[in-house]
T-cell receptor, first 113, second 115 residues
Framework: GNSVTQMEGPVTLSEEAFLTINCTYT??????LFWYVQYPGEGLQLLLK?????DKGSNKGFEATYRKETTSFHLEKGSVQVSDSAVYFC????????????FGSGTQLTVLP | KAGVTQTPRYLIKTRGQQVTLSCSPI?????VSWYQQTPGQGLQFLFE???????NKGNFPGRFSGRQFSNSRSEMNVSTLELGDSALYLC??????????????FGPGTRLTVL
């Protein structure tokens, strides 16, 4: 079946530091890949997505590249802000008939001023 | 365009009761999915609906059920509540189930507490 493995947290960084959150996946076919972010007390917000190999998703300074050869979709940001503190989830939808998201366990990011 | 809305935002119930949660998708979206989020199990898929039909169901007992109406709004019901049903229940909508339509957008969730 499908699975997503995310870097264990929590991650604590100083403002303006470089962020990487690792994500690898197992899936049949050619899944679409997503990063969602969850702020305290809220639902999930779509951060970025990529639907085919070598696609780069980007939004709000965050980027992730769909690497089929390494089955990875690592999230990066060059300079984090205190407002980026949240839980980040990597997820996939496989290319079969089931359109359910399979999520990683989430990575808590705290950015200190 | 308004986002996904869920009502109520918070619920407190006691064991053995039943509960109904409601979800209104983004205008024009015809697929609705439900997920349960708990600290121990993370995010788990409950059901997916499209055109009033359940397309997929996750690995949850029959106490969990749902439906979708002709205007794409959806409800989920949990009967005979157990303490372990305490969770954040998230609804997500997408244009449809086909490639290119299946990006899911989430509502704020309903926080259910079972005492």
């Amino acid at each position: 079946g499908n699975s997503v493995t995310q870097m264990e947290g929590p991650v604590t960084l100083s403002e303006e530091a470089f962020l990487t959150i690792n994500c690898t996946y197992t899936a049949t076919g050619y899944p679409s890949l997503f990063w969602y972010v969850q702020y305290p007390g809220e639902g999930l917000q779509l951060l970025l997505k990529a639907t085919k190999a070598d696609d780069k998703g980007s939004n709000k300074g965050f980027e992730a590249t769909y690497r089929k050869e390494t089955t990875s979709f690592h999230l990066e940001k060059g300079s984090v802000q205190v407002s980026d503190s949240a839980v980040y989830f990597c997820a996939l939808i496989s290319s079969g008939s089931a359109r359910q998201l399979t999520f990683g366990s989430g990575t808590q990011l705290t950015v200190l001023p | 365009k308004a986002g996904v809305t869920q009502t109520p935002r918070y619920l407190i119930k006691t064991r053995g009761q039943q509960v109904t949660l409601s979800c209104s998708p983004i205008s024009g979206h015809r697929s609705v999915s439900w997920y349960q989020q708990t600290p121990g199990q993370g995010l788990q898929f409950l059901f997916e609906y499209f055109s009033e039909t359940q397309r997929n169901k996750g690995n949850f007992p029959g106490r969990f059920s749902g439906r979708q109406f002709s205007n794409s709004r959806s409800e989920m019901n949990v009967s005979t509540l157990e303490l372990g049903d305490s969770a954040l229940y998230l609804c997500a909508s997408s244009l449809g189930p086909r490639d290119g339509q299946d990006t899911q957008y989430f509502g704020p969730g309903t926080r259910l507490t079972v005492l």
